[in-house]
């Protein structure tokens, strides 16, 4: 079964750090366009980073400069590190792969920074 398992998750007072994975299951992780999203409650979903197969990082203006994406394809795992949290930071997070318009959601996990 092809699937994509999200983990780190917590809770976390504001100003500090998470990292979250994303762990691949049965399939050719090095093929995908990767990405992290993530909602809010009442939110809509919102892109919040994305890598490429080759590497290029991209990030949302609300979080460029406190995280980082970053990627092992022999791991079949990609990372989100999460530095100096905000309270406005708190939501589901949710990984992506997409391939030629394919696309594949874990099923979140949920990072809660307190004020």
């Known amino acids: 079964q092809v699937q994509l398992v999200e983990s780190g998750g917590g809770l976390v007072q504001a100003g500090g750090s998470l990292r979250l994975s994303c762990v691949g299951s049965?399939?050719?992780?090095?093929?995908?366009?990767l990405a992290w999203y993530r909602q809010a409650p009442g939110a809509q979903r919102e892109l919040v980073a994305e890598?490429?197969?080759?590497?290029?990082?991209d990030y949302s203006d609300s979080v460029k400069g406190r995280f980082t994406i970053s990627r092992d394809n022999a791991k079949n795992t990609v990372a989100l590190q999460m530095n100096s949290l905000k309270p406005e930071d708190t939501a589901v997070y949710y990984c992506?792969?997409?391939?030629?318009?394919?696309?594949?959601w874990g099923q979140g996990t949920l990072v809660t920074v307190s004020s």
């Open positions: 890598i490429s197969s080759g590497g290029r990082t």
């Open positions: 992506k792969a997409t391939r030629f318009g394919y696309y594949l």
């Open positions: 049965n399939m050719i992780f090095s093929n995908y366009e």
